[in-house]
Each structure stands twice: as C-alpha cells, then as structure tokens.
C-alpha cells in the first residue's frame, strides 16, 4: 500500500487494519504523533488527512485515502510553522505529551478559520485533552497564529 505522508510517498507492506499510529510510530520511525489513550478520545494521536484532524490511533491505514501530514512535516527543521511559532511565544507547553496533537488540531482549524473566536477554538479543540491545563495558553496561540495568518506570515 502507499502513503502520502509529510510529502514524501511510502510503499508499505503492513496489514491494512494496522492503526496509522502505528505505521507512523513503528514503521516509519515518526515519533512526534502520540499514543495515549487508544481510543481516539484524548486527541494526542492527531495527524492531518487532506488537511482535516483525525485521531491515528483508531484510523486503521487501510482507510487512509489522501495526504498525511504529522508534526514532523509542520515547518521545515530551520523554519517553524506559524503555529509553532505561536506555540512558543506563548510558552504553551508545560508537560508537552499532548502539544503535537494539539498543535496539529489548531492547524486544521486555522485552515478552516483564518480568524476564530474563542467559541470556535474551543469547539474545534474540545476533542484534544491537556492534563496541565494549559487551555488558556492553548486559545492565545491559536488567536496569535491567527493574527500572523491575517497578516500573510506563512
């Protein structure tokens, strides 16, 4: 089977019912998406597919139809996305198990949204769980990386 994934396409023979979690994770050596719950309740496992967040570890690889996009292939290894950047400046992380879920989520919805209010964030980001407690941090990057956006920063 093959996989579009960060822009580079992978010829994998693995089992089509194998968790894109896995296939990132054990296949591919992409260590950034998370295991935490298993479930797909928690968001750490969050990845991009054609640009919409989904949780890898209960999407089986075989259904996976468009690009993949992990943190990994957010920014380039000199240059962070905007949403990074943002991330950063506003010293989001505390434990930083959940950021790439996180992160991956603000992502998508800021493709959607170029300017969301605090109810579209908190709407769009309800599914990804932080056990620090960093919401509030969370919702001044994302308005951050959104104001970068409006202004045409990449």
């Known amino acids: 089977m093959k ?9 994998l023979n693995v089992e089509p019912d194998m968790p ?16 935490a719950c298993g479930m797909g309740l928690c968001g750490a496992c ?18 996976v139809s468009g690009p993949v996009t992990t943190i990994e292939g ?3 290894p000199t240059t962070l996305s905007v949403v990074q950047q943002a991330w950063i400046e ?7 198990y959940c950021q790439s879920g996180q992160i991956m989520s603000a ?4 493709s959607q949204n170029k300017a969301p209010s605090d109810i579209d964030i908190n709407e769009a980001m309800s599914g990804n769980l932080c056990r620090c407690g960093a919401y509030p941090r ?3 990057a994302i308005h951050d990386a959104a104001k970068r956006l409006q202004g045409g920063a990449q």
Do not use: F, M
């Open 74 to 76: 957010l920014g380039t």
């Open 90 to 96: 506003q010293q989001v992380a505390q434990c930083g």
């Open 20 to 35: 894109l979690l896995w296939v990132l994770r054990d296949e591919l050596d992409l260590p950034g998406t998370k295991y």
């Open 107 to 110: 992502v998508a919805l800021l």
């Open 46 to 63: 969050t990845v991009l597919i054609d640009g919409k967040a989904v949780r890898s570890c209960i999407t089986p690889v075989g259904s």
């Open 3 to 11: 996989l579009n994934i960060n822009h580079k396409t992978y010829d």
């Open 138 to 140: 969370i919702r001044a």
